[in-house]
């Protein structure tokens, strides 16, 4: 049963601490992403790999950080740095070929609160 | 910044009629256009990808594409109780590396 698993659904932190949010996928895809969704917004961009043991920076990437050790995994943290760290976090993964389709699949979500 | 543009909503349809979902964007070299649809609390699911001006037709759904126009849209047929949620539009970037640039979503109700 292929998909994209994300952990927790739901995360509480207080202020100042890191937190890291897990995202798995057994899609066998080269590209993965971390986006952010705050109330009646669009999704922003955070990061994205798109092979192992790379990642670049997206729109959002201040107060976050990434790391892309095997293909299946993704985590990211965020940091005591993220001014404003309460959002709906989104994960997802694409098979990018030559000559477009980008589809992107995503993960179910985690919704964090830092107070 | 490239953008993607949707009208916020709420759109309301009776149930049975047809739904119109409208998104323009601001990067003339945008190749792929996506519709993913997303009910609250949930996380986005595509429903409908096109690639080449025209239309595009999945079951109830219709996607059409004006690149000349920079405009794409998504037509529901036979609206139902259960298509209620938030559309978005997502756009491929320029770069070539397979990034999605989202508008922020039209929320619809369909009633009964």
């Known amino acids: 049963d292929g998909g994209i698993t994300q952990s927790p659904k739901y995360l509480f932190r207080k202020e100042g601490q890191n937190v890291t949010l897990s995202c798995e996928q057994n899609l066998n895809h080269d590209a993965m992403y971390w986006y952010r969704q705050d109330p009646g917004q669009g999704l922003r961009l955070i990061y994205y790999s798109q092979i192992v043991n790379d990642f670049q920076k997206g729109d959002i990437a201040e107060g976050y950080s990434v790391s892309r050790e095997k293909k299946e995994s993704f985590p990211l943290t965020v940091t005591s740095a993220q001014k404003n760290p309460t959002a709906f976090y989104l994960c997802a993964s694409s098979d990018p070929r030559e000559g477009g389709s980008y589809e992107q699949y995503f993960g179910p979500g985690t919704r964090l609160t830092v107070t | 910044q490239k953008e993607v543009e949707q009208n916020s909503g709420p759109l309301s349809v009776p149930e049975g009629a047809i739904a119109s979902l409208n998104c323009t964007y601001s990067?003339?070299?945008?190749?792929?256009f996506f519709w993913y649809r997303q009910y609250s609390g949930k996380s986005p699911e595509l429903i409908m990808s096109?690639?080449?001006?025209g239309d595009k037709e999945d079951g109830r759904f219709t996607a059409q594409l004006n690149k000349a126009s920079q405009y794409v849209s998504l037509l529901i047929r036979d609206s139902q109780p259960s298509d209620s949620a938030t559309y978005l539009c997502a756009v491929s970037g320029s770069g070539g590396y397979n990034k999605l640039i989202f508008g922020a979503g039209t929320r619809l109700a369909v009633h009964p």
């Open positions: 990067d003339r070299v945008s190749q792929s």
């Open positions: 096109i690639y080449s001006n």
